[in-house]
């Protein structure tokens, strides 16, 4: 002889079953919410956002721009500021972002001297890179990858200007759209 459940236990447990996966959706949009990320996407976003900071002086690294050049980044743009550009050279939007700038130094919006990629590829493929795309500013290596490591410099491309000063006065991740002459001007200032 079988037991039968009864219609009122099968709406309780019904109910029940309810009510722990309402619990479950509404905490886990507490926790987003408390955290202040939203989805998982922002949550990696955020995670791997940079500590150059506006208002921060960028900082001094040694940068490796072909044998025996090297670069070092406090005194680089000093007294007329600049744009680093800190690229992945395998991913699409570092070639956009690439693209992006050489346009405004094509433009004559900046010299191609204020503009300095940055990546932690080895110079042959930084010059392979440069070939590829036509692009006429330097592409230096970032040897000891202080930026990945000290600055959490992880999700690309990034793009840093720095005024005439040394001080960070905007990053971006956005690699499309072109320069905006006055607005650059107005950044490069001190």
Request: net charge neutral.
């Amino acid at each position: 002889m079988t037991k039968r459940t009864s219609p009122l236990r099968i709406a309780l447990l019904a109910l029940l079953v309810f009510a722990v996966g309402v619990a479950g959706v509404l905490a886990g949009s507490g926790i987003r919410a408390f955290l202040g990320r939203g989805s998982p996407e922002a949550m990696v976003r955020a995670a791997t956002r940079s500590l150059l900071k506006e208002g921060q002086a960028f900082p001094d690294v040694s940068i490796a721009a072909g044998d025996p050049d090297v670069l070092h980044t406090a005194t680089l743009c000093r007294g007329e500021g600049g744009v680093f550009l800190f690229l992945d050279l395998e991913c699409p939007p570092c070639v956009d972002m690439s693209r992006k700038w050489q346009d405004a130094i094509d433009r004559n919006v900046i010299p191609d001297r204020q503009v300095l990629g940055i990546t932690n590829h080895a110079a042959d493929i930084a010059d392979d890179f440069r070939a590829q795309n036509a692009l006429t500013f330097r592409i230096g290596e970032d040897t000891g990858r202080v930026f990945h490591h000290d600055h959490r410099v992880q999700r690309f491309p990034l793009e840093v200007v720095v005024d005439a000063s040394g001080r960070i006065r905007s990053t971006s991740y956005d690699s499309r759209g072109a320069v905006d002459p006055g607005r650059l001007a107005e950044l490069l200032a001190n």
